[in-house]
């Protein structure tokens, strides 16, 4: 059954992180009737990868479609964190209006202004939804005036500023007009977006134009390209030409081999789809985002903006460990860079490059957080390897003057910590920039940052603010070069000896610092096995066992008290390690190790 065009609506659902993007996605599929009655649904349904369901974030964005009355509402469910903000920036271009999702109690928040600048400048319709009604502490009036301010200092025109406000409670599965009407269900919701946002425009005699925006991935059929109808229609086995804006070489003669539709969350086959449609088309090879496939016989292609930049690059070594190849599956080079190559098939903002080792990649993304899952996926996967520190990503002027990748930096900490989270960044190269009072005993402060000044530092942000604090970080373009930081404090207590750790030898080597591992646990000669309390390296024995005599004391072996050793997760893994150090991942343990195992050599490396 095809539906004609003025019946459909496209919308991206965007927000800041946790505002409730995915859960009010799950209540529009449920109350549309996409799922039976009776059927057992997971919650935050749209976030179907392990990792985006554990941490709670999404991080790709996901194509799904409900029916309301005789309309066809295709959603884009859009990721809220800095990191993939790449994602984003290309999705927009797929709808034809955005449903801005803002918490009726944290307001207008960094990323907020960054997807709606991304809107506004679309000149995309904009349905502002206040969401998490039912909080306790919510203060919907409030937020709305900020939403507003937020709209003025984005310089929106008359048009925008007249968007419609609907509040809900995404977790209730209502929605409301007005603050004081009985909430029922999400009518009002679907009712503005068929009313507010308009139909997709084009000319359906013209010949076909299908920007790609995302890219699917799947082991059967391969590459999938992902994009909304613009002009005409598209047939399966129709002949098409690929070009790309970005590259006007580009003209290759390809072949639709199947076409599918969005429904709830599955694929549909079809034969044809028309103006506004949004449809995965499969069977081109090497499809890319940003190539707009045309007719032959009147080939244009659609502009679209480029991919951000990565900032930030680690190494991805093979595993050379005296423990390498114990606990992986996939431990060679060859796995290694299949399964990176693997990852830009979906992955844009990511880069993978090949190094004068043949063991080693170099692997740059969009921040820490982006590379760390990752860093998360492959363990997980099988896939034992190494990563080296984060280091950031520098450009040069026409000058030959450095240039280096700025963050603004939005920090809500409780008003008796400002002061040292002040200082630290201060020394980390941050400028503070504005310094307010926000709600509760809060402060709100906004630093620019050198992104490298960013690195390691969320660890010591949780422990200054007593884990209260809030930082929310966004990419800030390229500036001079603001000099050397000294990034970490203390020095590492590296493990002397190979075999398994002992709590005689623990014992003796807690005092020095805090350790990382317990006893019973295999360790090897430059493995780091905790930090020091002051600024230097230590060689500790932590293999010692106790020298036996023949005369037997009562009390000799109860005295040997042990403190819990710190367990480092991976991002805290990643933010430890210094310039000399490596992080060695497999899917069973995360250890910290010199890249120097060799004492003597290590010595002579340092001096050098």
Not at 170 to 196: N, Q, S
Not at 378 to 386: D, I, K, V
Request: with cysteine.
């Amino acid at each position: 059954m095809k539906i004609s065009n003025d019946k459909i609506r496209n919308i991206a659902i965007i927000a800041h992180v946790d505002h409730g993007k995915t859960t009010l996605v799950d209540e529009l599929l449920k109350q549309s009737g996409t799922f039976r009655a009776g059927q057992e649904v997971a919650e935050r349904v749209m976030d179907s990868n392990d990792i985006e369901r554990e941490r709670g974030i999404t991080i790709l964005s996901k194509n799904t479609a409900v029916h309301y009355k005789d309309y066809k509402i295709n959603i884009i469910d859009t990721p809220g964190h800095a990191d993939f903000g790449g994602e984003v920036e290309r999705v927009l271009k797929m709808v034809n209006g955005v449903v801005l999702v803002v918490d009726a109690y944290e307001g207008a928040m960094p990323q907020t202004k960054f997807v709606l600048r991304k809107a506004l400048e679309l000149n995309l319709p904009v349905i502002v939804c206040i969401n998490k009604i039912d909080r306790p502490e919510a203060r919907p009036s409030e937020v709305i005036d900020e939403v507003l301010e937020l709209f003025i200092d984005l310089d929106a025109s008359e048009d925008q500023l007249e968007c419609p406000f609907v509040y809900a409670s995404a977790k209730d599965g209502v929605a409301i007009l007005e603050l004081d009407d009985e909430p029922k269900d999400m009518e009002p919701l679907f009712e503005t977006i068929v009313d507010y946002i308009p139909a997709p425009t084009g000319d359906p005699d013209a010949g076909t134009q299908v920007l790609i925006s995302t890219i699917d991935y799947n082991e059967y059929v391969g590459r999938i390209g992902v994009g909304k109808v613009d002009n005409g229609t598209i047939k399966v086995n129709q002949d098409v030409v690929l070009l790309n804006h970005h590259d006007p070489d580009m003209n290759r003669k390809v072949k639709i081999s199947k076409l599918y539709e969005f429904e709830g969350l599955n694929k549909v086959e079809v034969n044809e789809a028309g103006i506004g449609s949004i449809v995965a088309i499969s069977g081109i090879s090497d499809i890319h985002i940003g190539d707009t496939i045309c007719s032959p016989d009147n080939p244009v292609a659609i502009p679209f903006q480029k991919i951000s930049e990565p900032t930030i690059a680690m190494h991805f070594i093979v595993n050379d460990s005296p423990l390498a190849g114990k606990e992986g599956k996939f431990v060679t080079s060859r796995h290694l860079r299949d399964r990176l190559m693997r990852e830009l098939n979906t992955d844009v903002s990511l880069r993978v490059e090949e190094t004068d080792s043949t063991e080693s990649f170099k692997v740059s993304g969009r921040g820490e957080l982006h590379l760390s899952v990752l860093i998360e996926n492959m363990r997980r996967e099988g896939y034992e390897f190494a990563v080296s520190k984060a280091e950031v990503l520098y450009q040069t002027d026409e000058n030959g003057k450095k240039l280096e990748p700025m963050e603004r930096a939005y920090i809500d900490v409780p008003d008796e910590f400002a002061g040292s989270v002040i200082e630290k960044l201060g020394q980390r190269k941050g400028e503070l920039i504005g310094m307010s009072t926000g709600a509760g005993a809060y402060t709100r402060l906004e630093f620019s940052i050198p992104s490298r000044g960013l690195i390691g530092y969320r660890g010591e942000f949780m422990t200054d603010t007593k884990g209260n604090g809030i930082i929310n970080t966004l990419f800030d373009g390229y500036a001079p070069y603001k000099g050397d930081i000294q990034y970490r404090k203390q020095g590492s207590l590296i493990a002397f000896e190979t075999g398994e750790s002992i709590t005689y030898g623990l014992f003796n080597a807690q005092e020095r610092g805090t350790l990382f591992i317990g006893p019973g646990e295999a360790v090897y000669g430059g493995m780091v096995v905790g930090q020091n309390g002051k600024t230097e390296d230590i060689e500790v024995n932590v293999c010692k066992r106790k020298q036996l005599t023949n005369t037997r004391s009562s009390s000799a072996d109860e005295a040997l008290r042990l403190v819990p050793p710190k367990k480092l997760s991976l991002e805290e893994s990643l933010e430890f390690i210094d310039t000399d150090e490596l992080l060695e991942v497999t899917p069973k343990n995360l250890r910290i190790r010199k890249k120097i195992l060799d004492p003597k050599l290590r010595m002579r490396a340092n001096r050098k």
